[in-house]
Structures are given as structure tokens and as C-alpha cells.
């Protein structure tokens, strides 16, 4: 039992983790040191310098946030998004289901990732632009599950007790569909957050992302490549960073599905 | 084979208002995007005749939907338009870069398949012992693994340390293992897992009861009876995923420098160069949606019932 919340609380720990240390240390991550310049990470910074002379520990964490900014975000815009498409599809039937659901297939024929390439590449490059063009893509696998959820679900007997009582089509929906398909889209939500965070990182990384001073992971990676040889750090500290977190959210998605026992 | 016909011929044809959808979307949502190539082009402070003449040799001073109309008719023609910057046609364009990419593809689901096959069976014969487990959190973190990152890190070991591969381009035949193995660490994940999922499906189903009995030695069962069966899922995610590899190329290659679609992409994305990010994009959806068309049929010949629900 033990064993298993700990993996619950892997990416919980980390993240307060990071945090913690960031309001102990109070060091600024736009402050340039040209004494120290590509250090390696020593006691006065711990995870080293960068080619400016920044501190790369507060540079991270400030990373860090815009990462989990952009995964929660990113999924809030897509999960209400396509849950909603998914469950007056499923709810509806007929010409409204035959509509939604090409729409989705159009979708569904873009590999999401290209998309957010180029919606981000012609916008001006921000935090707000990238969720944008992360949740335009990310809709899609929500509102395929809830579609499908609610179909299945739809006419069971509490559902028609409840139709037959009286129950409003509103109250319906979210009294009495949404919480009998929370599980899977709770386990498609945490991946969600896993994969917005890794898109992010690597639209920045591409320079279309978060744009420089701020730091973002993937933005650090690309500075960082360019030094790889002299500063190996700055490739190493961003790039474990981001696939520690990928790992636990993910990680923690799947202990959640066969918990939830989820098929999907 | 009748039955398997008419779902062939059904699902073609669905495809086409999915293929008019996906040209729509990919116009509308390059030339609503706010932007205008003609002020990238000739700087913020052109003449304002020039811009007008721009315009209208590359078509933009029509109205949107005019636009929209011409570009229609060239997909159809297989034309996809002509670049702002190197004036070739976009189509030429991508045919001569494609040549890299598909390489890259393929060499990467070598890669991926080379590895998923063994370590899915691994793990499945080892069902939740230790090795089980290993497997799967090696999977898990290749999964997890940004191939922007892995790419660097793979570049320093085997090329600045170790100096076995090449670090970039594509001079030497050895300089694609590098590139190959970052693009396809995500996707040997996944099948893994999937193929593990299906042997176990296929190991506890009653046929396999029945070769137990009769006494059929257990490498007699995997390899003739479990396998076959559990690489059928196994088939379509290549399918699927084929398509997934040309945008996952696109890191990749930025990464190490491949002159592939991706590198095309990329470059036209920072000159804000419309029709060859039109085009790219436009080719590797329809890459996309084929292979999905292609797997679905696949699915059908592999198994009866999919064909039988899908063509009443």
C-alpha cells in the first residue's frame, strides 16, 4: 500500500521540491554574473551558470512553473472543449453526432503536434499562444472518450429512472452523465498534462515557444545545445528536469488507470 | 471477400469529405493567422506600390475565398503552389526532401520494432516478476523521453566521447543510427507495451489452452501460436504511428541537422514561407490519414468481425 501512494506522490514531491528550494534560496534567474560565466554547478550555484552567467537553479524552476502553467492550462481548454463536443455527440445522436464527429475525424487527421508548429510559428511567440495552439489539437481525444462513454451509458436503466422522474436535460448531463465518466477522462487528463509539457518544450525548443529571457525547459535545452561540449550541464540539468516530470505524471496516470480499472 | 470489398470501397470513400475538411482547415488556418508574408518579405518599410505588386503576383490580393478556390483546385492537380522564396513549385520541393525523411522513418520503426519485439515478450513471459516490471519502467521513460533532449545527449555520448557516429547531417550511411534511434525510442515504447498487452491476451485464450495440453513445447507455442496472433495489434500501431513519425521527425531532424521534410518545414516556418508550410503540412496530413486508412484495412483482413460491423 505503501509502495503505491509513494508513486502517487512522486511528481507531488519533486514539484514541491523545486519550489521549496526556490523561496529558500531566493536568487533571481534574470540576474547576469559575467565573473561566472558557464560554471559548473559548485556550492555558490548549485546547478551551475549559464553562457550569460545566469543561475541555472532559478532558471529551472521558473521553467518548471511555465511548464505546469502550460500543461494545466492546456488542459483545462481542451478538456472542456471536447468533453463537451463528446458528450452532446454522444448524448444527442443523430445529424448533431454525424456533424461533431467529422469535424473530429479532420481533427483527428492532423497529427496534433504539426498544427501547434505552425499556429505557433505564425503567431507572436507567448505562453498564451502556445496553449492555445496546444489545446486547438488536444481536444480531440477528449471529446472521442466522452462521446463514447456517454454512448455507452446512455441507456442503462438509472439513466432512464432518472429521465422518467423528471430529471431536466441539463441536470442530466451533469448530474447524472459527467460523474459516471470521470475515470477515464481523470486518466486522459493526466496524460494530457504530460503531453502539453513535453509540446511545449518543444515548440520553445524550436524558438517558437517561450521566448528569451524567460526561462522555459525547453528554451534552456536550446541555449544549452549550443554549449554541450564546454557546459554539458545546461543540456543535462533542463533535460532530466522535464523527463523526471514527464515520467512521474505519467507514471502516475498509470497507476491511476488500472486503479480506476480503465480501459483505454 | 465480397463483404471485405464493399468495406474497402465504404471506407474510401469516407475519406473524402475527411481529405476536403483537412485541405480547409490547412488553408484557413495559415491565412487567418495573423501575419502578412508580404511585410516579412520586403521589410516594414516597402513603397506601398511594390507591396501591391507583390500582392498580386503571389495571388494574395484576391479575396480569401478566391484564394481558397485556386488552392483547391491545384490540391486536386497535385499542385501545391509555388514557394515565396526559391520560386520552385512546392511539390518538387518536397519530393526532393522526402527521400531523407522516409529513410529516417524507416530506419527508426527498424530500430523501434527490433526492440519492442524482444522486450515485449520479455515482459510477458515474465508476467509482474522484476523483469516485468524493468521493462516496463524502461518503457515508460523512453516514453517519457523528449527526443530533443535524448538527441544531444546521444550526440555527446557516441560522437564527442566516444567518437563512433557522426554528429549531424547526412554524409556518411553510419550518420543516420543516431538520428534513427532517437526518433524511434518513443515509438519501440509503445509497442512494447502493446505487444505485451496482446500476448497476454493471446496466451490465456482457450487455443493455447489446447497446444498445452497436447504438449507443444512452450517456444513451439510463443513462436507458432501467441506471436502471430499478439503481432496483429502490433501491425496496425506501426501503420498509425508511421504517419506520427513524419511530425516527430521534425525535432529530430532540427536536432541533428537531417535534411529532410522537417528541416523544409522548419525553415519555411521562420520565413513565414505560406505555400511550402501549406504544402508540407497538407502532404504529411494525407501521409496521416492514409496510413490510418491503410491500418483500418489491414484490421479488416486480419479480422473477419471488424469487416462484418463496419459493411452492414
Redesign the interface.
Known amino acids: 500500500m505503501l509502495s503505491k501512494l509513494s508513486q502517487f506522490l512522486i511528481p507531488a514531491v519533486f514539484i514541491f521540491g523545486l519550489v521549496l528550494v526556490f523561496q529558500f534560496l531566493n536568487a533571481d534567474p534574470f540576474t547576469i554574473h559575467l565573473e561566472s560565466i558557464l560554471n559548473a554547478p559548485s556550492s555558490a550555484y548549485w546547478l551551475g551558470t549559464d553562457e550569460l552567467g545566469r543561475d541555472v537553479l532559478p532558471r529551472l524552476i521558473d521553467g518548471v512553473k511555465v511548464s505546469l502553467t502550460v500543461g494545466v492550462s492546456v488542459l483545462l481548454l481542451a478538456g472542456t472543449i471536447g468533453v463537451v463536443i463528446g458528450v452532446v455527440s454522444g448524448w444527442y445522436g443523430g445529424i448533431v453526432d454525424t456533424v461533431l464527429m467529422?469535424?473530429t475525424?479532420?481533427?483527428l487527421?492532423?497529427?496534433g503536434?504539426?498544427?501547434a508548429?505552425?499556429?505557433a510559428?505564425?503567431?507572436?511567440p507567448d505562453v498564451k499562444n502556445v496553449i492555445f495552439a496546444l489545446g486547438l489539437m488536444g481536444w480531440v481525444s477528449f471529446a472521442r472518450l466522452a462521446r463514447v462513454q456517454t454512448l455507452s451509458i446512455k441507456n442503462l436503466e438509472y439513466m432512464q429512472a432518472a429521465h422518467l422522474g423528471g430529471v431536466g436535460t441539463v441536470r442530466m448531463l451533469s448530474h447524472y452523465v459527467l460523474p459516471n465518466i470521470a475515470a477515464p477522462l481523470i486518466v486522459e487528463s493526466i496524460f494530457t498534462i504530460?503531453g502539453a509539457m513535453?509540446s511545449e518544450?518543444?515548440l520553445s525548443?524550436?524558438g517558437?515557444g517561450i521566448q528569451p529571457p524567460d526561462a522555459s525547459l525547453?528554451a534552456m535545452?536550446?541555449e544549452g545545445?549550443r554549449y554541450?561540449?564546454m557546459a554539458?550541464h545546461l543540456?543535462?540539468v533542463?533535460?532530466v528536469t522535464?523527463?523526471l516530470l514527464?515520467?512521474s505524471l505519467?507514471?502516475a496516470g498509470?497507476k491511476i488507470r488500472d486503479r480506476l480499472d480503465v480501459k483505454c | 471477400m465480397l463483404a471485405f470489398l464493399t468495406f474497402f470501397i465504404k471506407r474510401l470513400f469516407l475519406i473524402i469529405p475527411t481529405a476536403f475538411g483537412v485541405v480547409t482547415l490547412t488553408f484557413f488556418l495559415i491565412h487567418l493567422v495573423p501575419g502578412d508574408p508580404v511585410e516579412v518579405l520586403l521589410g516594414e518599410h516597402a513603397l506601398p506600390a511594390d507591396r501591391q505588386a507583390l500582392q498580386e503576383s503571389l495571388g494574395l490580393h484576391l479575396p480569401l475565398l478566391e484564394q481558397f478556390k485556386v488552392f483547391v483546385l491545384g490540391v486536386i492537380q497535385f499542385d501545391l503552389g509555388t514557394s515565396f522564396y526559391s520560386g520552385k513549385d512546392v511539390t518538387s520541393m518536397i519530393a526532393e526532401r522526402l527521400g531523407a525523411t522516409v529513410q529516417l522513418a524507416l530506419a527508426a520503426i527498424l530500430f523501434a520494432l527490433s526492440c519492442a519485439v524482444p522486450l515485449g515478450l520479455w515482459s510477458a513471459l515474465h508476467k509482474d516478476k522484476w523483469q516485468d516490471r524493468l521493462a516496463l519502467t524502461f518503457s515508460m521513460l523512453a516514453f517519457s523521453m523528449p527526443s530533443f533532449w535524448l538527441g544531444p545527449l546521444l550526440m555527446i555520448i557516441f560522437s564527442l566521447h566516444l567518437g563512433l557516429l557522426p554528429v549531424s547531417g547526412n554524409e556518411s550511411a553510419s550518420s543516420i543510427i543516431l538520428p534513427a534511434i532517437t526518433l524511434g525510442v518513443a515509438m519501440s515504447a509503445m509497442t512494447a507495451r502493446l505487444l505485451r498487452a496482446s500476448l497476454l491476451e493471446s496466451l490465456a485464450s482457450d487455443y493455447i489452452k489446447t497446444a498445452k495440453a497436447k504438449g507443444v513445447s512452450l517456444k513451439n507455442i510463443m513462436r507458432k501460436h501467441a506471436l502471430k496472433n499478439a503481432l496483429l495489434p502490433v501491425v496496425t500501431i506501426v501503420f498509425l504511428q508511421a504517419g506520427a513519425l513524419l511530425t516527430g521527425a521534425i525535432l529530430t531532424e532540427a536536432v541533428f541537422s537531417w535534411p529532410g521534410l522537417g528541416s523544409l518545414i522548419v525553415d519555411a516556418l521562420g520565413k513565414r514561407d505560406y505555400p511550402t508550410i501549406q504544402g508540407c503540412v497538407l502532404f504529411i496530413a494525407f501521409v496521416y490519414m492514409f496510413m490510418t486508412l491503410i491500418s483500418d484495412v489491414v484490421c479488416a483482413m486480419i479480422d473477419p468481425r471488424i469487416r462484418f460491423s463496419k459493411g452492414k
Open positions: 467529422r469535424i475525424d479532420v481533427f487527421s492532423f497529427p503536434v504539426l498544427i508548429i505552425c499556429f510559428a505564425l503567431t507572436e504530460a513535453l518544450a518543444g525548443f524550436l517558437i525547453g535545452l536550446r545545445a554541450m561540449l554539458p543540456v543535462v533542463p533535460g522535464l523527463m514527464v515520467f505519467n507514471l498509470d
